[in-house]
């Protein structure tokens, strides 16, 4: 008689759990040995298994020494049993929150109107595999250090990103769209002489709440002011024409704009168009096709993304590493239990409160103090 299948359990780990329960595993101490063999242990024996993500693979690889990153890396690589995120294809190594979007999107077309956790139910079965831990990484560790300084590269980048996207120094985004488009252009030197202005505010807004890592927040601000002014040599001279042009680069059509939307809507909706024409970008389908028959309520990445986005608490620091652990939190769509930050959590329950969709969206989402704690959340 053939057993029964079993399903396994998914757990995604924040990347601190998964770093703790690492390094006690190559502990020279021998209390710290045996709590991290007992974990692994637990895993095999309640049928749980992690589920890992690019993202969590560059965090462990975002380190100054070379030597820690190649241990990581092994105890992955050693690891019997394991969960992550696919591409989509057999064989495929581990992928992140681009790959996600695109089985989302891709399940949201194949079945219109679907509700979200119907296109995440269709979403999963492209998007999780299992195997051993050679498989997730490949033969060669060898590989993943040559990527280590594009990761650390973007590490950089990410801190960066955050300072300036998050900030409110400009913020129009409750105003109507059509009083913007009404608006007059600024000359060249009136508009120069407010672009310093601006990148004043930005610098010391980016000091005082940046990443503390960011060692010229000068720089920063100036880089995304100059970008702003070389963009404005290219662009109309009506505010009307200058609105428009800017949604249709990012796939927002005038028919698509409502009379009540605001600027933050309209650019939330740009942001959702253009990451969806990234991730679909190897796809079969027409992005057209795929604009009229995908909303955004459908996608659970982008509901988890934006609503931690738009309804998270102020924090007094907006650190790169927020933008990893949004990405992260995209896995509590998936995995059976996500586990994350004191931050994150606050940002999942506010957000839960202000947007109902993203319960549909989500399992369960705890916190632990340490990766020992976790099998008490389970039990």
């Given at each position: ?185 600024r000359g060249e030197k009136d508009l120069l002489r407010q ?81 969806m024409k990234i991730a679909t970008a190897r796809s079969t ?95």
């Open positions: 008689m053939a057993m029964p299948l079993i399903k396994p359990f998914f757990i995604a780990l924040d990347t601190s759990h998964l770093n703790h329960w690492i390094r006690e595993a190559l502990s020279t101490k021998s209390a710290e040995r045996k709590s991290a063999e007992t974990f692994s242990d637990w895993l095999k024996c309640s049928g749980t298994l992690p589920l890992i993500s690019l993202h969590h693979i560059e965090e462990l690889c975002v380190h100054n020494d070379e030597d820690t990153v190649l241990w990581r890396l092994r105890f992955l690589h050693s690891l019997p049993f394991v969960a992550w995120i696919s591409d989509g294809m057999a064989n495929s190594g581990p992928a992140g929150v681009t790959s996600i979007m695109r089985a989302e999107a891709l399940a949201a077309f194949a079945e219109p109107g679907a509700s979200i956790t119907r296109v995440r139910d269709l979403a999963s079965r492209a998007l999780i595999q299992v195997g051993t831990g050679e498989e997730l990484l490949g033969p060669f560790l060898e590989d993943w250090l040559l990527l280590r300084e594009e990761f650390l590269r973007r590490s950089e980048h990410s801190r960066n990103l955050v300072a300036v996207a998050h900030s409110n120094v400009v913020d129009l985004s409750s105003m109507p769209l059509g009083e913007l488009m009404r608006g007059k252009i672009l310093k202005l601006i990148e004043g505010s930005f610098a010391f807004d980016i000091a005082k709440h940046g990443d503390k890592r960011i060692t010229n927040p000068e720089a920063v601000a100036r880089d995304f002011v100059e970008k702003v002014a070389e963009a404005r040599k290219n662009l109309p001279d009506t505010a009307a024409d200058l609105v428009l042009q800017s949604l249709a680069a990012m796939g927002i059509e005038e028919s698509d704009i409502s009379p009540n939307m605001t600027v933050g809507q309209a650019l939330d909706r740009g942001l959702f168009l253009r990451q389908i027409s992005f057209n096709d795929l604009k009229r028959a995908v909303s955004q309520d459908q996608i659970p990445s982008w509901v988890i993304s934006s609503s931690l986005r738009q309804h998270g608490p102020s924090l007094p620091e907006r650190k790169g590493s927020d933008l990893t652990d949004t990405h992260l939190a995209c896995l509590s769509a998936y995995a059976d239990l996500t586990l994350v930050d004191k931050r994150t959590l606050e940002a999942f329950r506010r957000a839960n409160r202000a947007n109902p969709i993203l319960g549909k969206a989500c399992k369960a989402i705890k916190r632990a103090a340490s990766y020992s704690d976790i099998p008490n959340l389970i039990s």
